[in-house]
Protein backbone atom coordinates (compact mmCIF):
# COMPACT_ATOMS: atom_id res chain seq x y z
CA UNK A 1 0.00 0.00 0.00
CA UNK A 2 2.66 2.41 -1.19
CA UNK A 3 2.62 5.52 -3.29
CA UNK A 4 2.13 4.56 -6.43
CA UNK A 5 4.84 7.12 -7.83
CA UNK A 6 7.14 5.49 -5.59
CA UNK A 7 9.78 3.19 -7.61
CA UNK A 8 9.86 -0.54 -6.64
CA UNK A 9 13.56 -0.66 -5.70
CA UNK A 10 14.99 2.41 -3.78
CA UNK A 11 17.28 4.80 -5.65
CA UNK A 12 19.76 5.21 -2.68
CA UNK A 13 20.12 1.74 -0.77
CA UNK A 14 19.01 -0.52 -4.04
CA UNK A 15 16.45 -2.69 -1.55
CA UNK A 16 13.23 -3.29 -2.85
CA UNK A 17 10.50 -1.57 -1.22
CA UNK A 18 8.06 -3.05 1.27
CA UNK A 19 4.32 -3.04 1.88
CA UNK A 20 2.93 -0.95 4.06
CA UNK A 21 0.55 -3.21 6.45
CA UNK A 22 1.00 -6.66 7.52
CA UNK A 23 -1.36 -9.08 8.71
CA UNK A 24 -2.15 -9.70 12.08
CA UNK A 25 -2.08 -13.02 14.73
CA UNK A 26 -5.56 -13.30 13.24
CA UNK A 27 -3.97 -13.96 9.94
CA UNK A 28 -7.10 -11.58 8.44
CA UNK A 29 -6.92 -8.52 9.76
CA UNK A 30 -3.54 -5.52 8.51
CA UNK A 31 -1.78 -3.81 10.91
CA UNK A 32 0.16 -0.31 10.33
CA UNK A 33 3.80 -0.69 10.92
CA UNK A 34 3.30 2.21 13.32
CA UNK A 35 1.67 -0.37 15.16
CA UNK A 36 -1.83 1.33 15.19
CA UNK A 37 -4.53 -1.12 13.53
CA UNK A 38 -6.60 -0.46 10.98
CA UNK A 39 -9.78 -2.60 10.23
CA UNK A 40 -11.49 -0.35 8.51
CA UNK A 41 -10.36 3.16 6.16
CA UNK A 42 -12.38 5.73 4.93
CA UNK A 43 -14.72 2.78 4.29
CA UNK A 44 -11.88 0.83 2.75
CA UNK A 45 -11.92 -2.54 5.04
CA UNK A 46 -8.27 -4.06 4.93
CA UNK A 47 -7.23 -7.87 5.51
CA UNK A 48 -4.27 -9.97 4.77
CA UNK A 49 -3.40 -13.76 3.27
CA UNK A 50 -7.08 -15.67 3.71
CA UNK A 51 -4.68 -19.10 4.24
CA UNK A 52 -1.64 -20.36 4.47
CA UNK A 53 1.27 -18.79 2.72
CA UNK A 54 3.76 -21.12 0.34
CA UNK A 55 6.49 -19.32 1.64
CA UNK A 56 6.85 -17.40 5.07
CA UNK A 57 7.41 -13.75 6.50
CA UNK A 58 9.30 -12.59 9.36
CA UNK A 59 10.19 -9.15 10.90
CA UNK A 60 12.55 -7.19 12.91
CA UNK A 61 9.62 -4.83 13.48
CA UNK A 62 7.75 -7.12 15.17
CA UNK A 63 10.01 -7.81 17.87
CA UNK A 64 10.48 -4.15 18.19
CA UNK A 65 6.49 -3.93 18.69
CA UNK A 66 5.35 -2.24 15.62
CA UNK A 67 3.22 -5.14 13.65
CA UNK A 68 2.48 -8.47 14.17
CA UNK A 69 2.39 -11.02 11.31
CA UNK A 70 -0.33 -13.44 11.71
CA UNK A 71 0.27 -17.10 11.68
CA UNK A 72 -0.73 -17.99 7.94
CA UNK A 73 2.56 -16.17 7.20
CA UNK A 74 4.16 -17.21 10.29
CA UNK A 75 3.82 -21.05 9.68
CA UNK A 76 3.52 -21.89 5.66
CA UNK A 77 3.35 -24.51 3.54
CA UNK A 78 7.03 -24.69 2.90
CA UNK A 79 10.47 -23.97 5.14
CA UNK A 80 11.24 -20.68 3.70
CA UNK A 81 10.57 -17.24 5.26
CA UNK A 82 11.79 -13.85 4.42
CA UNK A 83 13.02 -11.73 7.15
CA UNK A 84 12.39 -7.98 6.87
CA UNK A 85 14.02 -5.26 8.71
CA UNK A 86 13.69 -1.81 8.91
CA UNK A 87 15.05 -1.78 5.28
CA UNK A 88 16.21 -4.61 3.93
CA UNK A 89 14.85 -8.37 2.67
CA UNK A 90 16.98 -11.39 3.37
CA UNK A 91 15.96 -14.94 3.40
CA UNK A 92 15.76 -17.93 5.94
CA UNK A 93 15.33 -21.08 5.35
CA UNK A 94 15.48 -25.21 6.17
CA UNK A 95 15.42 -28.66 4.59
CA UNK A 96 13.54 -29.56 7.56
CA UNK A 97 10.31 -30.49 6.48
CA UNK A 98 8.76 -30.84 10.02
CA UNK A 99 8.96 -26.90 10.85
CA UNK A 100 5.77 -26.74 8.67
CA UNK A 101 2.61 -28.24 8.74
CA UNK A 102 -1.13 -28.03 9.20
CA UNK A 103 -2.76 -25.19 11.16
CA UNK A 104 -3.12 -26.95 14.37
CA UNK A 105 -6.39 -27.18 16.55
CA UNK A 106 -5.26 -24.81 19.30
CA UNK A 107 -3.52 -22.21 16.33
CA UNK A 108 -7.11 -22.39 15.40
CA UNK A 109 -8.85 -21.23 18.11
CA UNK A 110 -6.02 -18.39 18.73
CA UNK A 111 -6.39 -17.13 15.45
CA UNK A 112 -10.58 -17.43 15.94
CA UNK A 113 -10.37 -16.27 19.17
CA UNK A 114 -8.47 -13.10 18.56
CA UNK A 115 -10.90 -12.07 15.38
CA UNK A 116 -13.34 -11.77 18.14
CA UNK A 117 -11.36 -9.63 20.42
CA UNK A 118 -11.28 -6.49 18.60
CA UNK A 119 -8.64 -4.43 20.60
CA UNK A 120 -5.93 -7.15 21.32
CA UNK A 121 -6.86 -7.59 24.86
CA UNK A 122 -6.68 -10.98 25.36
CA UNK A 123 -10.33 -11.34 26.51
CA UNK A 124 -13.65 -11.47 25.33
CA UNK A 125 -16.78 -10.55 26.23
CA UNK A 126 -18.78 -13.22 27.76
CA UNK A 127 -21.78 -12.52 25.23
CA UNK A 128 -18.79 -13.41 22.39
CA UNK A 129 -18.44 -16.82 23.81
CA UNK A 130 -20.95 -17.89 21.47
CA UNK A 131 -19.78 -16.84 18.09
CA UNK A 132 -16.37 -18.17 18.78
CA UNK A 133 -17.92 -21.80 19.65
CA UNK A 134 -19.58 -21.19 16.40
CA UNK A 135 -16.83 -20.23 14.38
CA UNK A 136 -14.66 -23.21 15.64
CA UNK A 137 -17.22 -25.46 14.88
CA UNK A 138 -17.34 -26.38 18.79
CA UNK A 139 -20.81 -27.17 20.63
CA UNK A 140 -22.67 -24.03 20.86
CA UNK A 141 -26.17 -24.38 21.71
CA UNK A 142 -27.37 -21.95 24.47
CA UNK A 143 -27.67 -24.00 27.34
CA UNK A 144 -24.06 -25.16 26.65
CA UNK A 145 -22.60 -21.91 26.14
CA UNK A 146 -24.35 -20.49 29.21
CA UNK A 147 -22.53 -23.45 31.43
CA UNK A 148 -19.02 -22.91 29.71
CA UNK A 149 -19.91 -18.69 30.72
CA UNK A 150 -20.20 -19.74 34.36
CA UNK A 151 -17.24 -22.07 33.72
CA UNK A 152 -15.00 -19.76 32.51
CA UNK A 153 -16.27 -16.65 33.77
CA UNK A 154 -17.14 -17.61 37.42
CA UNK A 155 -16.24 -13.97 39.30
CA UNK A 156 -19.23 -12.81 36.69
CA UNK A 157 -17.30 -9.75 35.42
CA UNK A 158 -18.51 -10.33 31.97
CA UNK A 159 -14.97 -11.23 30.17
CA UNK A 160 -13.48 -14.60 29.48
CA UNK A 161 -9.63 -15.06 29.42
CA UNK A 162 -7.73 -16.15 26.70
CA UNK A 163 -5.41 -18.65 28.60
CA UNK A 164 -8.62 -19.67 30.44
CA UNK A 165 -10.25 -20.51 27.23
CA UNK A 166 -7.21 -22.26 25.83
CA UNK A 167 -7.17 -24.31 28.75
CA UNK A 168 -10.58 -25.58 28.79
CA UNK A 169 -10.62 -26.41 25.06
CA UNK A 170 -7.10 -27.17 23.90
CA UNK A 171 -5.57 -28.84 26.96
CA UNK A 172 -2.13 -29.81 26.55
CA UNK A 173 -1.65 -28.34 22.94
CA UNK A 174 1.12 -25.99 24.26
CA UNK A 175 2.83 -24.72 21.01
CA UNK A 176 4.53 -26.73 19.03
CA UNK A 177 8.05 -25.22 19.58
CA UNK A 178 8.54 -26.86 22.44
CA UNK A 179 8.64 -30.17 20.46
CA UNK A 180 11.30 -28.69 17.58
CA UNK A 181 14.39 -30.55 17.57
CA UNK A 182 17.39 -28.86 16.16
CA UNK A 183 17.66 -28.19 13.00
CA UNK A 184 20.07 -27.46 9.67
CA UNK A 185 19.40 -23.68 8.70
CA UNK A 186 20.51 -21.40 5.93
CA UNK A 187 20.23 -17.37 5.44
CA UNK A 188 21.28 -15.29 2.39
CA UNK A 189 21.34 -11.96 2.05
CA UNK A 190 21.41 -10.82 -1.22
CA UNK A 191 23.55 -7.75 -0.76
CA UNK A 192 26.72 -9.83 -0.14
CA UNK A 193 29.74 -10.03 1.83
CA UNK A 194 33.05 -7.99 0.96
CA UNK A 195 35.95 -10.38 0.28
CA UNK A 196 39.56 -9.32 1.00
CA UNK A 197 39.96 -7.53 -2.56
CA UNK A 198 37.21 -5.65 -2.04
CA UNK A 199 34.35 -6.98 -4.13
CA UNK A 200 31.14 -8.28 -2.66
CA UNK A 201 30.46 -12.01 -2.73
CA UNK A 202 27.07 -13.41 -2.19
CA UNK A 203 27.01 -16.20 0.24
CA UNK A 204 24.83 -18.92 2.37
CA UNK A 205 25.43 -18.89 5.63
CA UNK A 206 24.91 -22.39 7.31
CA UNK A 207 23.96 -22.73 11.14
CA UNK A 208 22.35 -25.24 14.03
CA UNK A 209 19.12 -23.75 15.13
CA UNK A 210 17.62 -24.80 18.37
CA UNK A 211 15.11 -24.11 21.04
CA UNK A 212 16.35 -23.65 24.68
CA UNK A 213 13.55 -23.55 27.02
CA UNK A 214 15.21 -20.50 29.06
CA UNK A 215 15.33 -16.94 27.25
CA UNK A 216 17.77 -15.19 29.02
CA UNK A 217 20.92 -17.82 28.51
CA UNK A 218 22.13 -14.95 26.06
CA UNK A 219 22.65 -11.31 26.74
CA UNK A 220 24.07 -10.29 23.49
CA UNK A 221 21.23 -11.21 21.05
CA UNK A 222 21.70 -11.56 17.13
CA UNK A 223 19.92 -9.43 15.27
CA UNK A 224 18.19 -12.40 13.20
CA UNK A 225 17.35 -14.49 16.89
CA UNK A 226 15.32 -11.09 17.73
CA UNK A 227 13.47 -11.72 14.09
CA UNK A 228 13.23 -15.46 14.87
CA UNK A 229 11.98 -15.24 17.74
CA UNK A 230 8.49 -13.64 17.02
CA UNK A 231 8.57 -17.33 16.03
CA UNK A 232 10.34 -19.34 18.29
CA UNK A 233 10.29 -17.84 20.95
CA UNK A 234 13.47 -19.75 22.53
CA UNK A 235 15.37 -19.76 19.55
CA UNK A 236 19.33 -19.48 19.06
CA UNK A 237 21.34 -20.25 16.44
CA UNK A 238 25.65 -21.01 16.27
CA UNK A 239 26.32 -20.13 12.19
CA UNK A 240 29.68 -22.15 10.77
CA UNK A 241 32.63 -19.73 10.40
CA UNK A 242 33.02 -16.62 11.31
CA UNK A 243 30.28 -14.41 9.74
CA UNK A 244 27.20 -13.83 11.34
CA UNK A 245 23.96 -13.42 9.45
CA UNK A 246 23.14 -9.55 9.21
CA UNK A 247 18.92 -8.60 8.51
CA UNK A 248 20.75 -5.26 6.87
Known amino acids: MEDVGEPLVDINFGHGSQNTN ?20 SGLELR ?20 EVGNFLKSPMFPIWLLGSETHLTVFFSQERSLTGSESEREKGLRVFKSHDQQ ?32 L ?28 KPFKAFHCNGLGVRE ?32 LKTKWTGVWLEWQGKHIPSLN
Open 22 to 41: QPDANGNIVYQMSGIRQRNL
Open 48 to 67: GIPKQSSIGFLTLLEAHRYC
Open 120 to 151: DNDFITSDQLGSVLEDLGLVSDPEYVSFMKER
Open 153 to 180: DQDSIGIILLQSFLKEFFPGEDSFTDDV
Open 196 to 227: EDGAKKVVYTEGLASIEPSDFSHIAEQQIVSC
